[in-house]
């Protein structure tokens, strides 16, 4: 028998047959339905925070003892900043104070919308430096997880309030506040991540390519841990903006005249046998906000991460 | 009448796959006593098949055509109860997984004992009787204490003996083995073979045994089924296939297997060296704070050395601590004592930025080719990535890497590809050609063609002989596989258990091995009488 060339062997070989098409992850990720629902969603609602002085609002701020405790639709007067009155249709009734709960409920949305996106971000951001640091610098890993460790032990909640009544302040303060007990959680998913990567043969050649050590961090491990992030990312958006609401609705959050969701139900609280949609409205809000978020990242892990949606 | 009868079986794949169908109008049969092996490359729809007969296709691969016959009984669209009730006790199935085929949580005695209490009505004496005297067969040692340990406790052989013992404990007619052996040791492999033959012979078991491997077919096989994307090409019975083969494709593949026979090669003995080892060693130490202190040897007092234009193979089973070599010479990890000498400087001990500038001079290729390259960059990125690290413009290392695709016989028009797209073989070419782009002295190959199907092994293996020759370079190969060993080594290091216990040159050792170990590894190379590739 007559061994063929190589030639031979590659028409042959099954392997010359295999042509594999890439697929992009923005297809993948698209055709989920979740991430098209939640998408939509989303969509809408940062197009209410953009658009909402346009909507039929008057700015959150403004009052009018006239038009106290004003039930959903009814027409009432409010003074503006100028002094001059207008006629105004209260879409969702007023508060005790006489302010537009409409107007209140479509401003915060921005507030909502801002402190979820920018916490989830600055979470990941510094976690994400600190996860690097400890899963590929041992001898930084036991001194930084044991901090991260003492971190976790402490209620994010209480963190957040303790952070904010130290500080005292505006928006910067509360995102500041609530991001950092999320740190934790994000320092070890990169850790862990990091710790698997780095044991890749890609990384090793990357090594022995003489390529530098933050090169090889930036370069080749974050790149590839990013699934997972952009997953937790949505779940501590969805986080945050919860969190921001029950800062708010316990009064230790962002101050009482600004629009925000939890401040709008703290002030409804109250009264509430007598008006529920002080409570109800943005409650509604918050909820349907909270679970666009979590459908979006359901749909991302789906997509994203399928080993991980089989643990979870 | 046949155990097994396969009557144009016909599997569907999902659509969106590269073929139409896994398994395309598939005929054959197994006879009573008698062992066929089916034959093929990763993605031929071996396993398929027989997932088809277990009944355990998963819902995308439906059967569309054709029929099972199991003693007669047409199992084609049998119900899933009647499935359950058919398997172990007339057929049965052993996996390639050895440590995750068994149930971890419980031990071994008890998963035999679960397959006896779901199917036979014997009470715990008669049982455990029967555990015993099925585990005694697979000879296994102190059976009493064997069948109340855990398979974490177990060696990858031992597992495969007790996997077999659940397969055959209630004597099934038919047993489907999907390579059960390719995860072992070549030395445990031959015993696990040799279980099997005796097994089979002794209860008259019809064997359908899934192998890519014709060491192996030559060994077991009493017939031959040849699969190629999901066609059965050639089935016959062992010499007529294996001796005279009729199609193409057969004679490809039995042509690709590489001989034991050592090529002959003149290596010039003068040729300057470029890289030693002297007394090299690497010891992995437990860190605990708590516990006693564990150290284990991974590899003791290695010499060595590899010269220009020629190819050291070291040669050994898993955990004989080859690859920790090859890792401490590329400094991946730090050895625990002796010297690396490269180019004269001694690189063991030397501190990161000094060893930076010496790393180009040293490359490796990897096993697996699915985790040699990162996913998230392109073929392109991989290859400058070393050239541009030591300031070679981009211009020029793209430049560099159009050349080394053409060089690797690749298109250079697919660099703007991801890893993703290409197949195991091109990817294994795309490693190569990223770790030439940084023009090393030292080429370690770590098991480079093992995850290879045989017949692009064949084509890996010439390149990177003509890739050897072409650059002079010096190659450390590092195998398990004695074949390959034998076709690209001049010289040839043999461990165990850390240690060099014999090195020489190629026609030596494959020749006329000396020490025990490596007789003992030629004596249980799958199909060594048979004479591949030259035949």
Redesign the interface.
């Given at each position: 028998?007559q061994?063929?060339d190589?030639k031979?062997?590659?028409a042959?070989?099954?392997?010359a047959?295999?042509?594999?098409?890439?697929e992009s992850v923005w297809q993948r990720v698209w055709r989920n339905w979740s991430v098209r629902i939640a998408g939509a969603m989303l969509v809408v609602l940062v197009g209410v925070a953009i658009a909402a002085p346009w909507l039929g609002t008057v700015d959150p701020t403004l009052f009018d003892p006239g038009s106290r405790d004003l039930v959903p639709g009814k027409t009432g007067e409010i003074t503006t900043l100028d002094g001059e009155t207008i006629k105004h249709t209260f879409w969702m009734g007023s508060d005790s104070l006489g302010r537009d709960i409409y107007s209140r409920v479509i401003y915060g949305t921005r507030v909502s919308l801002i402190v979820g996106v920018l916490c989830a971000l600055l979470a990941l951001a510094l976690g994400i430096v600190c996860g690097l640091a400890s899963g590929y610098l041992r001898w930084l890993d036991g001194i930084l997880m044991r901090f991260m460790d003492g971190l976790m032990a402490i209620p994010a909640i209480l963190i957040a309030i303790a952070l904010v009544a130290m500080w005292r302040g505006g928006l910067a303060t509360v995102i500041v506040a609530i991001a950092i007990p999320e740190i934790p959680r994000v320092t070890r998913l990169v850790r862990s991540l990091v710790l698997s990567i780095r044991e890749?043969?890609?990384v090793?050649?990357?090594?022995?390519?003489?390529?530098?050590t933050w090169?090889i961090l930036f370069?080749?491990i974050l790149?590839?841990c990013m699934a997972p992030l952009v997953v937790q990312g949505t779940f501590i958006c969805a986080f945050s903006i919860l969190v921001e609401a029950i800062l708010s609705f316990l009064g230790v959050g962002l101050p009482p005249d600004f629009p925000t969701w939890g401040n709008v139900m703290a002030e409804g609280r109250q009264q509430f046998n007598d008006y529920p949609h002080n409570v109800f409205f943005p409650g509604v809000f918050l909820a349907v906000t909270v679970l666009a978020v979590n459908i979006l990242g359901d749909g991302l892990r789906d997509t994203l991460d399928p080993k991980m949606a089989k643990r979870v | 009448m046949s155990v097994l009868e396969v009557r144009d079986l016909t599997i569907a794949l999902p659509r969106g796959g590269?073929r139409r169908e896994a398994a395309s109008r598939v005929s054959f049969s197994v006879q009573r006593g008698e062992i066929l092996c089916l034959v093929g490359?990763?993605?031929?729809g071996k396993s398929v098949i027989a997932q088809g007969v277990m009944g355990l296709l998963p819902k995308g691969l439906p059967v569309t055509g054709g029929t099972i016959l199991l003693e007669g009984e047409d199992i084609t669209h049998a119900t899933q109860r009647r499935l359950r009730e058919l398997r172990c006790t007339r057929m049965s199935m052993v996996f390639q997984e050895p440590m995750t085929a068994l149930n971890p949580v419980m031990s071994c005695g008890d998963q035999l004992d679960e397959v006896l209490v779901q199917h036979t009505g014997f009470a715990a004496a008669e049982r455990r009787r029967k555990i015993l005297d099925m585990v005694r067969e697979v000879r296994l040692p102190d059976p009493e204490r064997m069948i109340e340990s855990y398979p974490h406790q177990l060696s990858g052989g031992q597992s495969t003996r007790i996997m077999i013992a659940m397969a055959l404990v209630l004597e099934p007619a038919l047993l489907i083995a999907d390579e059960p052996t390719t995860a072992l040791d070549v030395t445990t492999q031959a015993q696990i073979l040799k279980l099997i033959q005796d097994l089979q012979a002794r209860h008259g078991t019809g064997v359908l045994f899934i192998t890519h491997d014709f060491g192996v077919v030559v060994e077991i096989a009493h017939r031959v089924a040849v699969l190629?994307?999901g066609e059965l090409v050639e089935f016959g019975a062992k010499d007529e296939v294996l001796?005279?083969?009729q199609h193409?494709?057969t004679?490809?593949l039995?042509?690709?297997v590489p001989t034991l026979k050592p090529q002959a090669r003149a290596a010039d003995r003068g040729a300057p060296v470029v890289l030693a080892t002297r007394g090299l060693s690497k010891t992995y130490r437990d860190r605990s704070w708590f516990a006693k202190r564990r150290a284990v040897p991974a590899a003791v007092d290695i010499t060595l050395e590899v010269r220009r234009g020629q190819t050291l193979g070291i040669v050994g089973e898993s955990g004989s601590g080859k690859s920790t070599v090859a890792?401490c010479i590329?400094r991946?990890i730090d050895p625990s004592g002796g010297e690396v000498l490269l180019g004269g400087e001694d690189i063991a001990t030397m501190p990161a930025w000094r060893l930076?500038?010496l790393?180009?001079r040293?490359?490796?290729v990897?096993?697996?080719p699915y985790?040699?390259?990162?996913?998230?960059?392109t073929v392109l990125e991989a290859i400058i990535?070393?050239p541009r690290?030591?300031g070679l413009s981009r211009a020029a290392a793209v430049e560099r890497a159009r050349k080394l695709m053409a060089l690797v016989r690749m298109d250079p028009e697919s660099l703007d590809?991801?890893p993703?797209?290409?197949?195991?073989?091109?990817r294994q070419r795309i490693?190569i050609a990223?770790?030439l782009a940084?023009e090393p002295e030292l080429l370690v190959a770590d098991e480079a063609v093992s995850a290879l199907?045989v017949?692009?092994q064949?084509?890996v293996l010439?390149l990177l002989e003509d890739i050897r020759n072409r650059l002079n370079l010096a190659m450390l190969f590092i195998t398990h596989d004695l074949r390959v060993a034998a076709q690209v080594c001049d010289y040839v290091a043999v461990m165990s258990q850390g240690r060099i216990v014999e090195h020489g040159p190629a026609g030596q050792v494959f020749g006329a091995p000396r020490h025990e170990y490596t007789r003992a590894l030629f004596a249980a190379a799958p199909g060594r009488d048979f004479a591949f590739?030259?035949?």
């Open positions: 028998m061994a063929p190589p031979q062997y590659e042959l070989s099954i392997e047959a295999v042509v594999r098409r890439q890749e043969p890609y090793e050649a990357a090594i022995s390519l003489g390529t530098p090169k370069g080749h790149p590839n | 590269d490359e990763s993605g031929s190629r994307l001796k005279r083969p193409d494709y004679r490809m039995i042509g690709s890792r590329l991946l930076r500038p790393r180009r040293v490359q490796i990897f096993q697996d985790r040699s390259l990162n996913p998230r960059r990535e070393g690290n030591y590809r991801y993703q797209q290409f197949s195991g073989g091109q490693c990223r770790a940084m199907d017949s692009v064949a084509q010439e590739g030259s035949a």
